[in-house]
């Protein structure tokens, strides 16, 4: 193994003189200074690292001080002769010195900084080849943010948010950095610092680091980009007044010692090299859980003191992880590293980082209490614990070599993540689109395909791939869309050949950059189609709609068309497509998996009679089927109601009417008649209360984001009819609860059910919440306090909306929003004027904007009084209190705005002076995207 390391190496080695080579084309044949006019902003190839030594001296964590100092020595190949070398290093770093020794002696170099790329440049006065050191001694400050080489409380600070929430705050802050190179974000003390500053914080403290994507920078001078690896070993020096502070980093300590002031530890030099993001260190108190698995590698989680309990899980995740991913892809955690350690670090910025041999964790997404933990919690930490070990091979060994091609990293630790901690726990169906319980909302097909086709649908959002000088953000579709592909190239494949594509990937490419086209030949050698299959996914916007028919003879035709016709860039590829079907008829099944980017014909199916039909009911096609108008919804819509029917058939089949609808490939009707056949489900004793609350809760959001862009145009008798059938579905469900009563479970169907019947005008119910608010608003339990607002604001008296209007005149908060957005549904004039004035408040107009949204949302009597007071109220903002506004009035008009009439007057907005200042490019692109998509379902439902 080592010997075939040394010989990857070389190649790599080979592969970056040959970049270096091609970079220098154009530039002076004398020796001159190297610089990358290729990419701008980019180091030049002509200086190639091979090795980092890396010193810092650092105070004591717990003493407060802000800066460090230390050494950098880098061995690397001059390539390209030339006169000076470019390096990274943040604006708060001071250079002392700055050395190259050649084998003609040392020179000492004069240095300049361009603070836009973050890069020195020192100049020489002879040229530079061949082999060579360079030694950087410098100072530098240590940040409070969570980036480069920060500072942070040493302790257990829980996750502020749900489960879920925890989850899309930790993809959506990863890699959201810009990528230009070199660009600087924001730095902001943490109030928590700030405080411990003045005394007031006696927290432990600690040293650690977040590097990725540009912050190794702020810790040492470095070649700060991805595809210039390196082996690292390090020194690291800490001021202490005893010897307990434990220093860590990548590799095993060869020696610790202390001696009285300083304690000195030496660190091995990696076993394979990493790019500069990968490094990483952490100094303080710990105690720690180990173990040594059974492959020969010594695990341990780094805890604050006296929480090594808390660790447990975590370690057991990681143990059976590793040996899981090395199974598969048939190289071993021990050709990385001698151990891995993990480690609890509360104030870092992206939650998780995959550090090689030193993950680092915020506390929550790591540690949990035995004694409380609950199976939420369980589940987040083996989702992130899996997630940054599948990096140690993609990511650590192999790596993408531009952070536009990221996909390589995180489409794959995405996919990873499901399909270890499906494997360790089976029995929690982490793939499952079942919503019930904690696991639903982090479940691969909520967390990650549904939301990657909410972020794609408008055909706005970038590529996963997009070229290296590209501005574009595409952070989240390369996570989410990324690894819907991944599966569906892993569905298609079958375990083993899905591995086997992997396997060659890792040990073809072993401490490299391989490209995407590297990744497309892995996968044709299990498949020589599969490069031309995937290559669109990658490099295209957008995905497919299925355009289901079935013929009264039992013919079964897919055809495929793209999902928006304003695909970013302007191309509308034919996608491969690898979906499963899965056919009912009195009892007997006729399941099939399709795999074509053509057209499908296929025999009739077997018997007669009406058919049940589920397009894509496991979720591994990234696609969304669409089954025509009318009757021809009938086979899916039967596959809903249908007894017995699982949770997940039904919120499959209800999330492919939503998505059809909202889209504009489908009608309301449809809508509606999912909601006829999901109110007798509802209703059923055959189906638990549970169940039906969270399916209920989930159809009823999905019909009040459609309502509002058919309110403005659909026909008033079709609306009213529409509405009718809403409130009629509910009834049942309405008559199962009752008004009072039942555990916390039937409350929280109570709840839904009666806001249902309210949106849906059902007399019976309104009239029973009315009684209940003129008992006493405030009487109310919680779960019904919105719909018996509503009903009152709705369907009360004039007393009953005077006292909603004192209400919200006296009230403050939460209690005063939601009187105000219950007023807001009144369907008169009248009433939405004395909203409206009772909204306004010229110190904070937040709850006035609420009211707006929901009368536009909802009220189709007050739309066009909401929609111009809006536009009105944006115009008098934008010219008496600048920009602040501009971005809540966009969202508001992107799920509402969606007539010819809201066009014009858009467009009469978006041409006064003040919205040249207030209202970007991007912003008005996303506004008409959404626009052009609005008005295609109000053309589907005129």
């Known amino acids: 193994l080592e010997s075939t390391s040394r010989f990857r190496m070389a190649c790599a080695r080979a592969l970056l003189l040959g970049l270096a080579l091609l970079a220098a084309m154009g530039s002076a044949m004398a020796a001159s200074c190297v610089v990358n006019t290729t990419l701008p902003g980019r180091l030049p190839l002509s200086v190639i690292p091979s090795h980092y030594a890396l010193e810092f001296n650092l105070p004591a964590p717990d003493k407060n001080e802000s800066a460090f100092s230390g050494k950098t020595t880098i061995n690397a190949t001059v390539v390209i002769e030339t006169t000076c070398i470019i390096i990274h290093a943040s604006p708060e770093m001071a250079i002392q010195s700055f050395e190259v020794t050649t084998s003609t002696g040392t020179q000492t170099a004069t240095t300049t900084y361009d603070s836009a790329t973050q890069m020195i440049t020192a100049s020489f006065a002879t040229s530079l080849s061949g082999s060579i050191v360079i030694a950087i001694s410098y100072t530098s400050h240590f940040r409070d943010n969570g980036t480069g080489l920060f500072i942070c409380n040493n302790d257990y600070e829980p996750l502020s948010a749900s489960n879920a929430d925890a989850l899309t705050a930790f993809s959506t802050r990863r890699r959201s950095s810009p990528w230009a190179a070199g660009s600087a974000r924001t730095r902001t003390q943490a109030p928590r610092r700030a405080a411990r500053s003045a005394g007031s914080d006696p927290i432990p403290q600690m040293y650690a680091t977040q590097f990725e994507q540009s912050d190794a920078r702020a810790a040492y001078p470095s070649f700060d980009e991805p595809a210039l690896k390196a082996t690292f070993e390090a020194t690291i020096v800490v001021a202490s007044p005893s010897d307990q502070y434990t220093v860590l980093f990548n590799t095993p300590v060869v020696s610790q010692s202390y001696d009285g002031t300083y304690v000195t530890a030496s660190f091995r030099t990696t076993k394979m090299p990493i790019s ?164 639903g909302p982090i479940s691969y097909y909520q967390f990650t395909y549904l939301r990657a086709q ?394 006035y904007y609420i009211v707006l949204q929901a009368m536009l949302q909802s009220n189709r009597a007050c739309r066009s009084l909401a929609f111009s007071t809006l536009l009105a109220e944006t115009q008098e903002s934008w010219t008496t209190q600048g920009c602040l506004v501009t971005q809540v009035v966009i969202s508001i008009l992107e799920g509402v705005a969606s007539s010819s009439s809201d066009l014009a007057a858009i467009n009469a907005l978006l041409a006064l002076p003040a919205a040249a200042t207030c209202v970007s490019q991007a912003q008005r692109t996303e506004l008409f995207h959404y626009l052009a998509i609005n008005m295609r379902v109000t053309d589907r439902n005129a």
């Open 276 to 439: 500069t993001y990968l490094v990483a260190l952490a100094v303080g108190h710990f105690d720690y859980v180990e173990k040594l698995s059974s492959y020969g590698i010594p695990f341990r989680i780094y805890t604050p003191r006296g929480l090594s309990s808390w660790g447990e899980f975590a370690l057991n995740v990681s143990i059976a992880t590793i040996e899981f991913f090395q199974t598969n892809y048939q190289f071993n955690y021990s050709n990385m590293n001698w151990k891995l350690d993990q480690i609890s670090t509360s104030g870092i910025t992206d939650d998780a980082m995959e550090n090689q041999g030193l993950c680092t964790y915020s506390p929550g997404f790591l540690l949990c209490d035995p004694a409380t933990c609950k199976d939420g919690d369980y589940k987040m930490i083996a989702l992130v614990v899996t997630h940054e070990l599948s990096h140690q091979w993609f990511g650590d060994t192999i790596t993408a070599p531009w952070w536009s091609s990221l996909y390589l990293n995180e489409g794959f630790a995405r996919y990873l993540q499901y399909v270890a901690t499906d494997h360790l726990f089976p029995s929690w169906n982490i793939f499952d689109t079942d919503a019930l319980g904690p696991l």
């Open 454 to 847: 909410r972020l794609d649908y408008l055909g706005l959002a970038a590529p996963i791939i997009i070229p290296e000088n590209s501005t574009a953000d595409n952070h989240q579709i390369f996570y989410e869309k990324g690894a819907s592909v991944n599966r569906m190239v892993a569905t298609y494949l079958g375990t083993a050949r899905w591995n086997a594509a992997l396997a060659h990937e890792v040990n073809a490419h072993a401490y490299t950059n391989p490209t995407v086209p590297d990744l497309l030949a892995s996968f044709g050698l299990q498949d020589p189609n599969l490069p031309d299959y995937v290559a669109p996914w990658l490099y295209s916007s957008g995905f497919p709609v299925l355009l289901v028919s079935l013929s009264p003879q039992g013919v079964l035709n897919i055809t495929q068309t793209p999902i928006t016709p304003t695909l970013w860039p302007q191309s509308t590829p034919t996608w491969w497509i690898n979906v499963n079907v899965t056919a009912r008829q009195r009892g007997q099944d006729a399941s099939f998996t399709l795999s074509t980017a053509a057209p499908t014909t296929l025999k009739p199916l077997p018997g007669g009679g009406e058919w049940e039909i589920v397009v894509d009911p496991t979720v591994t096609a990234f696609a969304i089927p669409v089954y025509g108008e009318g009757t021809s919804w009938d086979p899916v819509l039967f596959s809903y109601g249908a007894l017995g029917a699982s949770a997940n058939t039904r919120i499959i089949v209800e999330q492919h009417v939503f998505q059809a609808v909202r889209t504009g490939w489908a009608g309301v009707r449809v809508l509606q008649e999912l909601a006829l056949q999901a109110g007798h489900v509802y209703a059923s004793p055959d189906v638990d209360i549970a169940t039906a609350a969270t399916l209920s809760a989930t159809l009823l959001a999905d019909i009040q984001t459609v309502v509002p862009l058919v309110l403005a145009t659909i026909d008033p008798r079709a609306y009213y009819e529409f509405l009718t059938a809403l409130g009629n579905a509910i009834d049942g469900t309405v008559r199962r609860v009752g008004i009072s009563g039942g555990d916390a479970t039937t409350a929280q169907l109570r709840g839904t059910a009666y806001s249902w019947a309210v949106f849906g005008n059902l007399p019976s119910a309104k009239d029973e919440l009315v009684k209940l608010f003129q008992a006493g608003p405030l009487k109310i339990s919680p779960e019904l306090q919105t719909p018996a607002f509503q009903a009152a604001a709705q369907s009360g008296t004039p007393a009953d909306f005077a006292t909603l209007a004192q209400l919200a005149r006296t009230s403050t908060g939460t209690l005063r929003t939601t009187t105000l957005m219950a007023m807001a549904t009144a369907q008169d004039t009248s009433r939405c004027n004395a909203t409206l004035e009772a909204a306004f408040d010229a110190q904070d107009l937040s709850d």
